[in-house]
């Protein structure tokens, strides 16, 4: 399958007000690598063991996510003989990426604050002096 492109600067913040549920980021992040259709996405999160998400969760957030201009339907397809005309491809947006990135650097905030915490032991081994 082509791979998503992205142009060479991507817009720094997300849609103003949109809010990102565990879902649409789970989508985002499955899409950077390239377009998918919706049973690819599902495949992908089975298998990164990140979520398990039922076509009604899948295709409500994607609804959405068109909605808002996250994601797109790509233009171009795999070859008709691998695939199933009646799917439907999803590709990345820049708002998409720059939502994505911004939903990264949110949760690795709450991490950094978790470990700040103790909840979460730093992941920097330790260097044996006291």
Do not use: W
């Not at 339907?73 to 691998?82: H, I, K, N, S, V």
């Amino acid at each position: 399958m082509p791979k998503s492109r992205l142009p060479d600067t991507v817009p720094q913040n997300p849609p103003s007000g949109l809010h990102l549920t565990n879902a649409m980021f789970h989508i985002l992040l499955s899409l950077v690598d390239g377009q998918k259709h919706g049973y690819g996405i599902m495949r992908e999160l089975e298998e990164r063991h990140a979520a398990v998400m039922g076509p009604g969760t899948l295709y409500g957030a994607i609804k959405r996510m068109l909605g808002a201009g996250l994601i797109g339907e790509a233009e171009e397809r795999p070859d008709p003989r691998l695939d199933d005309q009646r799917r439907r491809y999803y590709r990345l947006t820049p708002a998409g990426h720059a939502a994505a990135v911004a939903e990264a650097a949110r949760l690795e905030e709450l991490v950094s604050q978790a470990r700040a915490k103790q909840l979460l032991p730093d992941p920097r081994p330790a260097t044996g002096r006291t």
